[in-house]
């Protein structure tokens, strides 16, 4: 895979982590049930003329079992005729149904699953007596529609219901009220107010599991939701208070979403988490919070508070945390003051700080030593000494990035007890020379957009599991890169030193290297022996320097087998590129 740098303004660090998936990712709607495969196929022996009557199936239709009938994607406009009665799973989504007929779809009294996803379906055409047949339904998937109020009633079989994508105002008390065996119920991407949840809409279904309500116009966290809760979506409302007791029976909920609201310190109480004993997974970001909220479960692995207005951290409000794995903080008013020496330290379990874009100016004191992240891009940190990483020697990644720090005032020890630091960032400082004392267990160092004008081999040596080095956007000429730079990179397979002011490729590159970047700068030749230290480069990109159509001797790919990618494009003349016999023609590249 090509490894590029971060540009100018590198979007916000991820999460590495089992919960990596529950923050970045949408909610995923959830969909028909598995496609059902074809029933073993039966031969006559030679001389036998009887054979089994074909089934009833709509026209246009599948039915690859007799109790299935698949009718999607088919751009229907009329519920089709000739469904069997024995049919338990129909799937009618993605077409162009506006109603479903009263007296066709009640005597499908077996069904399970009905499938309605993806059509133009509206209150007026799902009649309330249509399901009144039917008692064995299961699973009812009537998302992307245009309901403007729910179902007034549905079976009480119902196990997964899926209302979201529509324009739902109103919810009745027996649309999922006495649903004994109701597990999921989807209403996200609705029009719902507090004022069109009635506040016995889940009295009697007490194993209700997952709720989605995320991308409506609550304005609070509504009352009497079941206590059997394990997942609660709120995202995306206008929600600026959580009512006293609103989630205290609500004892088995491990995941709560309430990102994107308008909720402040006082839309909150000390005691609105506090009987929440089993949540794992809180999430208040993009919120209004001045502070770290108090009564916080003991049980939290992660908290994101990103994307609010808090200016400090209080360390009683994260006394107790000792399970919490994930802080996240970024983009929030934490000044110099914002995280007192000490705050952080009762996290005994923390393995990632998320810090990005406050106004940090050191890195926090006393961490945690059980730390294995620490981003802290786009602060204001100037000084980094030589005990302020001293506490956390377990340290894989650290990035500080887009800082200010400078040459002067990175102290040569600052990293010698980080042993297991795998990656450093150092990008968009204010640095001229190469941080001394670098870790030997170095896989990726970033040293972009910064004033490098010169590289010394004494930096860089003992770096030999160093795989990638980016030095793009700097002020290095040839010259200014010392004999025997890249001796102790053996392992070196990305190198990036593009943007920078070079004339010519520099000698003695890594054996091991695969991807060079020298685009942007003012190469104007390449001698036949200028790769012969890079018998494995597989990619090289020249564009934007000044080449010309004699300018790449053509000795200069004889001993790259392995060479696939050469990009020679923006340069002042068309440059053809004769890639060895042995690898593919295709990439050849030629100028605009």
């Known amino acids: 895979m090509v490894t590029r740098c971060p540009a100018w303004g590198h979007p916000e660090p991820s999460l590495n982590s089992q919960w990596l998936s529950l923050l970045l990712l949408p909610l995923l709607l959830p ?52 469904i069997t009665r024995a049919a338990q799973h129909l799937s009618l989504q993605n077409n162009q149904l506006q109603e479903l007929p009263y007296n066709e779809l009640s005597r499908l009294s077996g069904l399970r699953t009905l499938n309605l996803h993806n059509n133009l379906i509206s209150s007026e055409g799902l009649p309330d007596e249509a399901f009144e047949s039917l008692t064995q339904l299961q699973h ?38 006495e649903k004994p065996a109701l597990r999921s119920v989807y209403l996200h991407n609705n029009q719902l107010s507090n004022a069109g949840l009635p506040p016995d809409a889940f009295h009697g279904s ?38 006293r007791g609103a989630l205290s029976r609500q004892t088995h909920l491990r995941e709560l979403y309430l990102q994107h609201n308008q909720l402040t310190d006082s839309g909150l109480h000390a005691t609105t988490f506090s009987k929440l004993h089993g949540l794992e997974y809180l999430d208040l970001s993009h919120n209004q919070l001045a502070a770290v909220p108090a009564g916080l479960p003991h049980t939290l692995a992660v908290l994101h508070l990103g994307r609010n207005r808090i200016r400090w951290v209080e360390a009683a409000r994260l006394r107790g945390l000792r399970g919490l794995r994930y ?46 992240a620490l981003v802290l891009p786009h602060n204001r940190v100037t ?84 795989q990638e080095l980016c030095l793009a956007h700097n002020r290095l000429r040839v010259g200014d890169i010392g004999p025997g730079t890249w001796h102790e990179l053996q392992a070196l397979q990305v190198l990036d030193l593009s943007h920078n002011e070079l004339s010519f490729v520099p000698p003695d590159l890594p ?3 695969e991807e060079l970047h020298l685009q942007g700068n003012r190469i104007s030749h390449v001698g036949p022996e200028a790769f012969l230290s890079t018998p494995r480069l597989r990619a090289l990109f020249l564009r934007a320097n000044r080449l010309h159509v004699t300018s790449i001797a053509p000795e200069a790919f004889l001993g790259l087998p392995h060479l696939r990618v050469v990009d020679t494009t923006g340069n002042p003349e068309p440059v053809l590129v004769q890639l060895p016999p042995t690898a593919p023609r295709r990439p050849r590249a030629e100028g605009p």
Not at 359 to 372: E, S
Not at 420 to 432: I, P
């Open 31 to 82: 969909g028909p049930p598995p496609a059902l495969g074809m029933e073993d196929a039966s031969f006559p022996h030679l001389g036998e003329s009887s054979q089994p009557p074909p089934r009833a199936c709509p026209r246009r239709c599948s039915c690859p079992r007799a109790d299935t009938v698949d009718c999607a994607g088919l751009d229907l406009r009329v519920f089709p005729d000739n």
């Open 140 to 177: 009812i998937y009537v998302a992307h529609n245009k309901l403007s109020v729910a179902p007034q009633f549905l079976p009480r079989s119902l196990r997964v219901a899926d209302l979201a994508a529509n324009e739902v105002t109103e919810i009745f008390p027996l649309t999922f009220g």
């Open 206 to 243: 007490q194993a209700v599991v997952t709720l989605s309500l995320s991308s409506n116009r609550l304005s609070y966290v509504p009352p009497s939701l079941p206590s059997s809760l394990e997942r609660l979506h709120l995202q995306n409302n206008l929600i600026s208070k959580v009512p």
């Open 327 to 372: 802080l996240l903080l970024q983009h929030n008013q934490l000044g110099a003051a914002g995280l007192p020496a000490g705050a952080l330290r009762p996290l005994r379990g923390l393995h990632t700080l998320h810090l990005y874009g406050n106004g940090l100016d050191r890195v926090p004191q006393a961490l945690p030593r059980r730390l294995r």
């Open 383 to 466: 000084t980094l000494g030589a005990r302020d990483l001293a506490a956390t020697p377990g340290l894989a990644e650290l990035n500080l990035a887009y800082n200010r720090l400078a040459s002067a005032c990175v102290h040569r020890r600052a990293f010698r007890r980080l042993r297991a630091l795998r990656s450093l960032d150092l990008a968009g400082n204010q640095l001229t020379l190469l941080p001394s004392g670098l870790p030997a267990s170095l896989r990726t160092l970033r040293l972009q957009r910064n004033q490098l004008r010169a590289l010394e081999p004494e930096p860089l040596a003992g770096l030999d599991q160093l």
């Open 511 to 513: 054996e091991a290297l």
